[in-house]
């Protein structure tokens, strides 16, 4: 097992939930801490924000006092992903104009419900894009398949398969239909988003076998969720591995995805784009376009092309993303 440097020799520790200016640290062998960065705590990621939870730490032991072990973190790892969320600048003061979500994630869990919100490929289009841009893995959770009795969810999602992402089918009414999910995530660092709504929190409950997360809080009066997950907290998988309740795609940090770079995150326009007649081809309005001629012939599915011009069009905007 690794330890950190210097004198209390403790063990590798990953944060947990960020609590007021403590952090909850999760320690390779299990034991728990409740640790504090100070002046010297060093990072090995820039100006980032210095600690999130996912981040991988080295902990130094201070004097215990509380119920709980107590620490100080001097240093925070190299981070392999990042999940951010956009800052109000100008009700913060602070000189990130990004905060990390959450650190280190292996795999973005997309969830969406088949009924009630009702599926929206564009949605799912948005955070596919999102997920391409960041290279993060992903896993798409079709929802409350109980309140669907037509098989047209299935229709809309073969589309989905046949690009090649993966798709699983749950309800809550069934917890049989969670088995496959819980083993897509035991051992890793999972992320799930999605809209209010859609089970995010019940399914997370039901993995980590507790009621640990408020669900159902849906807004009377706008029909929007409310928030309830202000700070993000990862919970550990009963099959090892850690699940993190995020914020929908409203809220992430979108400005890596511009209108240049957008085409490259539709993973099928890649094989049409050489055969398209300009290398700057926006694959709208001009002549020779290979990836309109695939759309148009049913090579490209419609739906996503139609997606992409929204997505696109979104973009003289950055707000209107979603
Ligand atoms: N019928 C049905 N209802 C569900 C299912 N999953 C969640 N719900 C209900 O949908 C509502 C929203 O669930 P919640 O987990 O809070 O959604 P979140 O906003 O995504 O975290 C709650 O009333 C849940 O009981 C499901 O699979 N089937
Ligand atoms: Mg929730
Ligand atoms: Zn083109």
């Not at 320690?27 to 991988?56: I, Q, W, Y």
């Not at 997309?110 to 997920?131: G, K, T």
């Not at 997606?307 to 905007?317: A, E, F, P, R, T």
């Amino acid at each position: 097992m690794k330890t950190s440097e210097g004198d209390g020799l403790l063990p590798e520790g990953v944060v947990t939930e960020v609590a007021g200016v403590s952090y909850i640290v999760s320690a390779e062998d299990g034991s728990v801490f409740r640790s504090r960065t100070f002046s010297g705590t060093k990072t090995e990621n820039g100006d980032s924000s210095l600690v999130a939870v996912g981040d991988r730490v080295l902990l130094k032991a201070t004097e215990s006092g509380s119920d709980m072990r107590e620490a100080i973190i001097s240093k925070v790892m190299l981070r392999r992903s990042v999940l951010e969320r956009k800052r109000d600048i100008r009700r913060n003061r602070s000189k990130e104009k990004v905060q990390v979500i959450a650190a280190n994630i292996d795999l973005l869990v997309v969830v969406v419900s088949a009924f009630e919100p009702p599926l929206s490929p564009r949605l799912i289009d948005r955070y596919l894009v999102f997920a391409e841009s960041e290279q993060l893995e992903t896993l798409i959770v079709v929802n409350k398949m109980d309140l669907e009795d037509t098989g047209e969810t299935r229709d809309i999602m073969n589309l989905y398969d046949s690009l090649d992402y993966r798709v699983m089918y749950t309800s809550s009414m069934d917890p049989d239909s969670i088995l496959p999910l819980s083993d897509a995530l035991a051992g890793r660092v999972s992320a799930f988003s999605g809209h209010s709504g859609v089970g995010k929190s019940t399914l997370i409950n039901m993995l980590i076998g507790k009621e640990l997360l408020r669900t159902g809080e849906t807004s009377m009066k706008s029909g929007k969720g409310v928030h309830t997950t202000s700070s993000a907290v990862m919970e550990p998988l009963p099959g090892g591995g850690f699940v993190i309740d995020t914020p929908g795609i409203r809220e992430f940090n979108l400005s890596g995805i511009t209108r240049e770079n957008l085409r490259f995150y539709f993973r099928e326009f890649a094989p049409c784009m050489p055969d398209c007649t300009y290398s700057s081809c926006t694959h709208t309005v001009e002549p020779g376009c290979g990836v309109r001629r695939a759309a148009e012939n049913g090579y490209i599915d419609s739906s996503r092309y139609e997606s992409y011009l929204v997505i696109l069009d979104s973009l003289d905007d950055e707000n209107r993303f979603d």
